[in-house]
């Protein structure tokens, strides 16, 4: 069954992205109180022409969510003036977005710790203009968080910069030393909580945005939940087991995943473990998925979907699947069962995503609900549901 047809694009979604007609000065906030400031690194973080859109979900991510870094300001020209939740959630948040690198330093008021890059394009690399501004940004005495594909470090030009000024560089996708990297060995069966992966139809469709919203509402439940990142952003946000699976040669990619899951259960001895997916089985351009499968062999996993994206993003020709088909395959590949289904209300009313959950939860038999717009309690008795004995068990904080 296909709703596709009820959900066209609105005006008003299509029009929050695009460029505003000028581009003001940021309206900066008060100064940080005591609370934020404990909260860690100051940073700003750059996202030109790219802020709420797909190719700026690290941006995106860290705006709303973020342990390690104490985020002052996003750098995009086209929406600089904005405040950044009013643009990601249309709820303020205080954050205000910057025209230029010295629009955010007069915001901030002193020169922040660290400068973010925050988008993540299909090449992975940093353009000729984007290297001359993290040149900029490390002469200013900045750290820097890199999470695309190149090196920094491994570039001369930045390598000496950063060792002038003694800044740090930090390569988040950088994998271990090969001589490192772990085999799979299936000893994923000694972590005996339940293991959940988050995964989805299409790629930047906000798997790690629903991981993390699972994973904080388990716990305001009382389930203790751990999760495991996967990708660049969720480690810049600060999560604490995690591997950028889509660095790692392939070989060790399983046993990475694995390696990092033990640690988790190990050290943290949770009621559940959430995995954050990446990609999707079904797109013929990311076998991350089929890793993340393979090395944590989940008991259950929560598909996120977009039924206002018409076709796969950036393959234009390639139309998105139907959630029926991509469970079909993820239950044919592994062995697991979907348990729920989530939302990404991209180019939706909200009158359509009600729709939506009512629609396909007719369709497939399993919850759905959309985590950024519905309750996060609805997350939480979707996996209640498939695993009772986590309401029926003490936590295993107790035990």
Do not use: W
Not at 143 to 157: I, K, R, S
Not at 353 to 373: C, M
Request: aromatic share 6%; charged share 20%; with cysteine.
């Amino acid at each position: 069954m296909s709703v596709y047809p009820l959900f066209s694009p609105s005006k008003e979604s299509v029009a929050d992205y695009q460029p505003a007609a000028k581009s003001p000065p940021a309206v900066c906030t008060q100064p940080r109180s005591s609370e934020e400031q404990s909260r860690g690194a100051t940073a700003v973080v750059y996202c030109e022409a790219n802020f709420g859109a797909i190719d700026g979900k690290t941006a995106n991510g860290l705006v709303r969510h973020s342990e390690k870094y104490e985020i002052l300001s996003v750098i995009d020209s086209e929406k600089a003036g904005r405040d950044a939740g009013m643009v990601l959630d249309d709820e303020p948040n205080g954050i205000p977005i910057c025209r230029d690198l010295s629009d955010a330093l007069a915001c901030a008021g002193s020169v922040p710790d660290y400068f973010i890059f925050g988008m993540a394009p299909a090449s992975g690399m940093l353009s000729s203009h984007e290297r001359g501004l993290v040149l900029e940004a490390i002469d200013l005495g900045m750290n820097v968080v890199n999470g695309l594909h190149e090196f920094l470090n491994d570039d001369p030009v930045f390598a000496a910069a950063s060792a002038a000024k003694k800044v740090l560089i930090i390569d988040v996708r950088k994998p271990r030393a090969k001589k490192d990297l772990r085999m799979f060995s299936g000893r994923i069966a000694d972590v005996i909580c339940p293991r959940i992966a988050v995964l989805g139809t299409d790629c930047a469709i906000g798997k790690r945005t629903t991981a993390t919203v699972l994973t904080r509402a388990l716990n305001a439940r009382g389930v203790k939940a751990v999760m495991v990142g996967t990708g660049q952003t969720g480690l810049i946000q600060g999560v604490r087991y995690g591997v950028a699976l889509d660095a790692i040669p392939s070989q060790f990619c399983a046993g990475e995943l694995e390696a990092t899951i033990l640690e988790a259960f190990e050290h943290e001895n949770p009621d559940v473990i959430v995995i954050e997916g990446q990609g999707a089985l079904s797109h013929p351009a990311y076998s991350t998925s089929s890793f993340i499968l393979r090395g944590s062999c989940p008991h259950g996993v929560v598909l996120q979907h977009a039924p206002g994206r018409t076709s796969r993003c950036d393959f234009a020709q390639m139309a998105m699947p139907e959630p029926a088909s991509e469970i079909n395959l993820i239950q044919t590949f592994a062995d697991t069962k979907v348990i729920g289904l989530t939302i990404n209300h991209e180019n939706m009313t909200d009158a359509e995503v009600d729709a939506a959950i009512l629609l396909y939860g007719l369709e497939l038999g399993i919850p759905v609900t959309d985590a950024l717009t519905r309750s996060p309690e609805r997350l939480v008795e979707m996996v209640l549901l498939a695993f009772p004995e986590l309401e029926q068990e003490p936590t295993a904080a107790a035990r």
